[in-house]
């Protein structure tokens, strides 16, 4: 079973920036079939992918956030970051964390980021 704690949520204007951290109980890139990546899920919508990472490094990310958010890993091979900047208010959502790892998807309790106009 393998643990996700996020953190770097918080409030912020539109045009600020934050930096989510995700952390696994466990070694995620240590075998190239496993990855993590960044949901999110505003009120009333479905959770949608923000940015996915491979073992490799390889990235991809959701049209709405290409050339403003930045997914990378951390160098312990358990750690992703979200490095989110031009925030604007339609970012305003719970991001969750995901692993796939040991064929299987974990998921963290996720993190609050609020963006006011």
């Known amino acids: 079973q393998v643990q996700l704690v996020e953190s770097g949520g918080g409030l912020v204007q539109a045009g600020g920036s934050l930096r989510l951290s995700c952390a696994a109980s466990?070694?995620?890139?240590?075998?190239?079939?496993?990855?993590m990546a960044w949901y999110r899920q505003a009120p009333g919508k479905q959770r949608e992918l923000v940015a996915t990472i491979s073992t490799s490094g390889f990235s991809v990310y959701a049209d709405s956030v290409k050339g403003r958010f930045t997914i990378s890993r951390g160098s312990a091979k358990n750690t992703v970051y979200l490095q989110m900047n031009n925030l604007k208010p339609e970012d305003t959502a719970d991001y969750y964390c995901?692993?796939?790892?040991?064929?299987?998807?974990?998921w963290g309790q996720g993190t609050q980021v609020t963006v006011s106009s």
């Open positions: 466990q070694t995620i890139f240590s075998n190239l079939e496993n990855y």
């Open positions: 995901e692993a796939y790892a040991n064929m299987d998807h974990y």
